[in-house]
């Protein structure tokens, strides 16, 4: 009997339309293009400034352009995972209010809050739905709107952030396309490295934490980029050696869009030819949970059938991993 896999079979991104670009955030901070692009590879980003809208509002149009494309029923759907660390509230979920925007009255969500990891947790997580009979629809949401909580005195952080996401089908496959394997990692001792110091239940809002700035992104870069370096490379070697492969038999890298300096390492450490690693930071900047489905709603055109594509994403907790899956479309099909 074939073993049945959760198989993408479809994406979808969404990006706002107003565009913040290096020109523009000179006039807020000291820094400058050079600056910026030298150390982050990052052009521009995309800002959510679309008034009364919030996260679930880029979740709705992805969803739709992802049912849209096969024609799928709103009502046919059974499961939504969003990863998002900043739904539009905080509960009740996301992925319930995206359920009822778009009309899937048939289904249920919850978000999975994983930070920049979100999308590989919530993947995966998914997968098992489909994996075990339960769903034959799940859709995974991967996104972000980190211009809500990021602070544009500071230069270390405003650089990088960006609003956006995208989101994929997961659908039953016994042909052999699907998540094959993934390894997932969590260190919770960096929640001291990266984090946003207050609004939860340990430090609540007041006026004293607005006041001091404690409701926005805090990273300790150096350290981020130490553990990301080595936490992507590690599980990606991992990943592969388990399922016996090595960096020729993989068609894809897709690596979270967190810097190019990190995405270049990570390659260099894998070695990994740059031409086959999906990169788009330059355009959107790191979007969180964002960045993969991004990347692969990016270079859709590109997949083919039986391509075999490793994801791989580090984020704040700290969170880490890899996933592998053979792609199940042609993808200048549906493009």
């Not at 739709?64 to 995972?81: F, I, N, Q, R, S």
């Not at 859709?300 to 075999?308: M, P, S, V």
Request: hydrophobic residues 40%.
């Amino acid at each position: 009997m074939s073993r049945k896999l959760a198989a993408i079979t479809g994406v979808q991104g969404y990006l706002p339309e107003d565009i913040l670009t290096n020109a523009q955030l000179e006039t807020m901070v000291e820094t400058s293009d050079e600056w910026i692009r030298t150390r982050t590879g990052i052009k521009q980003r995309h800002i959510l400034r679309k008034e009364g809208w919030g996260a679930s509002d880029m979740g709705v149009e992805m969803v739709k352009g992802l049912l849209e494309k096969p024609g799928t029923a709103p009502e046919e759907v059974d499961l939504l995972l969003c990863a998002t660390i900043t739904g539009d509230r905080v509960f009740p979920d996301t992925a319930n209010t995206i359920l009822d925007k778009v009309g899937a009255k048939n289904a249920f969500g919850y978000d999975i809050s994983a930070a920049c990891s979100g999308f590989l947790y919530a993947l995966s997580t998914g997968a098992k739905f489909i994996e075990s009979a339960t769903y034959q629809k799940v859709i995974v949401v991967g996104m972000d709107v980190m211009s809500s909580i990021i602070d544009y005195t500071d230069r270390a952080t405003c650089i990088i952030f960006g609003d956006g996401g995208g989101a994929v089908m997961l659908e039953a496959n016994e042909e052999g396309p699907g998540l094959q394997d993934a390894v997932l990692k969590a260190d919770g001792h960096g929640r001291h490295y990266l984090n946003m110091k207050a609004g939860g239940s340990l430090h609540p809002a007041t006026a004293e934490t607005v006041a001091n700035r404690e409701h926005f992104v805090y990273q300790e870069g150096r350290t981020v980029f130490k553990h990301a370096v080595n936490g992507m490379t590690h599980t990606v070697q991992e990943l592969l050696e388990r399922n016996e492969l090595s960096t020729d038999d993989i068609d894809w890298l897709v690596p979270h869009q967190a810097n190019i300096r990190i995405i270049n390492s990570v390659a260099n450490a894998l070695d990994f030819p740059l031409e086959r690693v999906m990169i788009n930071i330059d355009r959107y900047g790191n979007t969180t949970a964002g960045t993969l489905p991004l990347c692969l709603w990016d270079y859709e055109e590109k997949l083919r059938k039986g391509d075999k594509i490793v994801l791989t994403a580090f984020g704040g907790g700290f969170t880490w991993g890899a996933t592998y899956l053979v792609w199940a479309y042609d993808g200048s099909a549906k493009a």
